[in-house]
């Protein structure tokens, strides 16, 4: 009880504290009415306040519905109209675009959390200072919301429960409310404990991950806390600054996209350490080239890490992660070997056929982290959810990859990223993650994003959208991708266009945005 939970900005919150806490944040819910079965909408950032209401809410048996930090107002009402939320908590600084937001729902409660409330005094008060948060009557602070609980209710713990919903990147689609239950965030817990041996109560886990992602409520900040584990918690998200955090706290243990990772390996600080600190430095959420591997990889032994990049892979659905590679564990080019109690098979695409190894089809899931479905959305949960001839429940992921004979998974691509092009005449199936794998070990290229645009009804040409580093010029280096392409690609497969970009679109969950490159060809 006197190890650290939680360390934010410099003051170290003990678990004790943590769960008295939780223990009077479930009071004042409770003091306001909320019931088993409520949906409170949280659109919030990595905050102690935030933590304590999440294990709050889950207490007394209600629903926590994470949104989207940077959701539209309106975003924000049809979220709060649909799941007919009793209470919005949010942070007091976006509470200034968002007011309008609670407009006309069933919204009673307002709760605004500041970013200094919890932490350390000197930081509290630079804090206040810079603050202008807009508050009006409706709303309640932490400190008066604290003050409100009288009596601790029941804890509600059932394994079937809904705890709490989380929304899909829409990369390929419209966003969905993922509806996971206790069963589904603690059974990862274990797989997690099963699989990373060097998970270790007392240590150090780096959080820059927001709460409103699967990965980031479930695998950053659940799963260390369930292990005993010290959750540095940041509330700045953007990949981009989190060589500044992992320079502060030097965590024994840190997850990002492949961003964060770059802004690591590109801290002035950081490359002139000694990294014999870390144990697991891990990636997923997007398809990693090889070559950005073979990157960090070089970076970690040059710096004296005893570890390798590991790389997760799995959704939303699936409260995050289904396969991953460990330091032990690893095979160049794939997502690694599913989790304990995970299985895992590849199945032709629009049917159940189960296929051999090395065959590419889609890929499904069959384990105890299955989500219940999404809220109020049974065709859609039909659609994904599907009961195969061994009577078990499998999600299909929509994604594209094939399994080694020794269990290793690759992922290929994405089904509605396959594009159809035409040539000699014949149609020809075109996955853009192996065009751009091969373009991203060209010296010179930082990213790169393949899209189709559309010739007829069904046939597509191929499109390039290409960042560059600044060892190159834009011209020398459409000479050098021509070339490549003309050397290494069938006809079909080769772009028409290059469109040079200083940076690639991103979701909020910080993936590459594809709807909006294929919008602009």
């Not at 030097?250 to 870390?278: R, T």
């Not at 065959?359 to 105890?368: N, P, R, V």
Request: net charge negative; hydrophobic share 40%; glycine share 8%.
């Amino acid at each position: 009880m006197n190890d650290v939970a939680l360390i934010y900005f410099n003051r170290k919150i003990k678990f004790k504290e943590l769960f008295d806490k939780i223990h009077k944040t479930a009071a004042s819910l409770k003091e306001l009415g909320i019931r088993k079965g409520d949906v409170v909408t949280l659109q919030v950032l990595n905050m102690p306040q935030v933590v304590e209401l999440f294990y709050a809410i889950s207490y007394i048996g209600a629903v926590a519905n994470l949104i989207y930090a940077s959701a539209s107002w309106k975003e924000t009402n049809e979220i709060l109209h649909r799941t007919e939320s009793k209470m919005y908590i949010t942070v007091d600084f976006l509470w200034t675009k968002q007011q309008c937001a609670v407009e006309g729902t069933n919204v009673k409660h307002i709760l605004l959390l500041g970013t200094g409330e919890e932490a350390d005094g000197l930081t509290k008060t630079i804090i206040k200072i810079k603050s202008n948060a807009i508050k009006n009557d409706r709303c309640m602070s932490w400190k008066k919301f604290l003050e409100i609980g009288k009596e601790m209710p029941d804890e509600i713990n059932e394994s079937e429960l809904p705890v709490a919903m989380v929304y899909t990147g829409g990369t390929t689609g419209k966003s969905k409310a993922v509806v996971l239950a206790n069963r589904s965030m603690n059974a990862l817990v274990y797989q997690y404990a099963y699989t990373y041996a060097s998970l270790q109560r007392g240590e150090t886990f780096l959080n820059t991950l927001p709460p409103f992602i699967a990965f980031g409520i479930v695998v950053t900040l659940h799963m260390p806390l369930c292990l005993g584990i010290r959750n540095a918690l940041v509330t700045d998200p953007v990949p981009e600054n989190a060589g500044k955090y992992f320079c502060k706290y030097q965590p024994d243990y840190y997850v990002n996209g492949s961003a964060g990772i770059d802004s690591i390996m590109n801290h002035k600080k950081i490359k002139k350490m000694n990294l014999e600190f870390v144990k697991v430095l891990a990636s997923g959420g997007e398809t990693l080239p090889h070559a950005f591997e073979e990157k960090v990889n070089k970076f970690l032994r040059e710096h004296k890490a005893g570890t390798i990049l590991s790389i997760g892979y799995g959704m939303t659905e699936v409260a995050a992660t289904a396969v991953t590679s460990t330091p032990e564990v690893h095979k160049m080019g794939t997502v690694g070997i599913p989790l304990p109690g995970t299985i895992v098979k590849i199945v032709e695409p629009d049917t159940m056929k189960e296929l051999s190894y090395e065959q590419d089809g889609e890929i499904c899931f069959c384990t105890s982290t299955m989500m219940l479905g999404y809220y109020k959305d049974e065709e859609e949960t039909d659609n994904i959810i599907r009961c195969h001839a061994d009577g078990k429940r499998w999600i299909h992921s929509g994604d594209i990859g094939h399994i080694s004979e020794d269990g290793f998974l690759t992922v290929s691509g994405r089904i509605k990223r396959m594009i159809v092009t035409w040539g000699e005449n014949a149609y020809h199936k075109v996955f853009p993650r192996l065009i751009e794998e091969l373009f991203a070990e060209l010296e010179g290229i930082n990213a790169v994003t393949v899209v189709g645009r559309k010739t007829t009804d069904v046939f597509h040409e191929l499109i390039a959208f290409v960042v560059l580093d600044e060892t190159y010029g834009e011209e020398e280096m459409l000479k050098v991708l021509k070339k490549t392409a003309e050397e290494k690609l069938d006809t079909w497969e080769q772009p028409v266009e290059y469109r040079f970009m200083e940076r690639l679109p991103k979701t909020a969950i910080g993936k590459v945005d594809y709807r909006k490159l294929e919008t602009m060809v």
